[in-house]
T-cell receptor, first 114, second 112 residues
Framework: DAGVIQSPRHEVTEMGQEVTLRCKPISGHNSLFWYRQTMMRGLELLIYFNNNVPIDDSGMPEDRFSAKMPNASFSTLKIQPSEPRDSAVYFC????????????FGPGTRLTVT | DAKTTQPPSMDCAEGRAANLPCNHSTISGNEYVYWYRQIHSQGPQYIIHGLKNNETNEMASLIITEDRKSSTLILPHATLRDTAVYYCIVRVANFGNEKLTFGTGTRLTIIP
């Protein structure tokens, strides 16, 4: 298996622009997680889905952030409009429900907003 | 979920056993201990987990004290590739609680 796939790996954008991050979970996994990592705040869970349904989005910082999972093999995290403080590494992870202790992380997307 | 305390950094000589401590004195009976690590510029990687018995897999061993208030992750023969930040996480494992809350972890440096 190719593991969790994220794209793009790097994104540089200007403040105010829309940013879309993409994730393909491991085939057969039915839980998907979006995390953000910064030096100041560490690794934070933003939202997670189970069977394509958002279960907990309490970590989503504000209305500028939205996440969707239209099917079992694809999810997006969108920031509109982006701000410099959104600069971070965004990780996607997937797991089997009931085995969420073993989350498999993707390589991350490094986002820089100027 | 119970709070964990880890030393911010540790060094270990290559080839020696690396012992990483974690304090979780407020752990409750149904909370598991999980260990992840994050190698520089990569996503975190699951290592091992346990409830109250000691556990071992191909990567590491997990020793949990009898009162469950602390645990130790042991990398038996550390290599340079084990240099990473190691996270100890405590959480209840049940459906509907899929969250992992990462703290600041221990930065382990393996010295040649």
């Amino acid at each position: 298996d190719a593991g969790v796939i994220q794209s793009p790996r790097h994104e540089v954008t200007e403040m105010g622009q829309e940013v879309t991050l993409r994730c393909k979970p491991i085939s057969g996994h039915n839980s998907l997680f979006w995390y953000r990592q910064t030096m100041m705040r560490g690794l934070e869970l933003l939202i997670y889905f189970n069977n394509n349904v958002p279960i907990d989005d309490s970590g989503m910082p504000e209305d500028r952030f939205s996440a969707k999972m239209p099917n079992a093999s694809f999810s997006t995290l969108k920031i509109q409009p982006s701000e410099p403080r959104d600069s971070a590494v965004y990780f996607c992870a997937s797991s089997l429900t009931g085995e969420a202790y073993e989350q498999y992380f993707g390589p991350g997307t490094r986002l820089t907003v100027t | 979920d119970a709070k964990t305390t880890q030393p911010p950094s540790m060094d270990c000589a290559e080839g020696r056993a690396a012992n990483l401590p974690c304090n979780h004195s407020t752990i409750s009976g149904n909370e598991y201990v999980y260990w992840y690590r994050q190698i520089h510029s990569q996503g975190p990687q699951y290592i091992i987990h346990g409830l109250k018995n000691n556990e071992t897999n191909e990567m590491a061993s997990l020793i949990i004290t009898e009162d469950r208030k602390s645990s130790t992750l042991i990398l038996p023969h550390a290599t340079l590739r084990d240099t990473a930040v190691y996270y100890c996480i405590v959480r209840v494992a049940n459906f509907g609680n899929e969250k992992l809350t990462f703290g600041t972890g221990t930065r382990l440096t393996i010295i040649p």
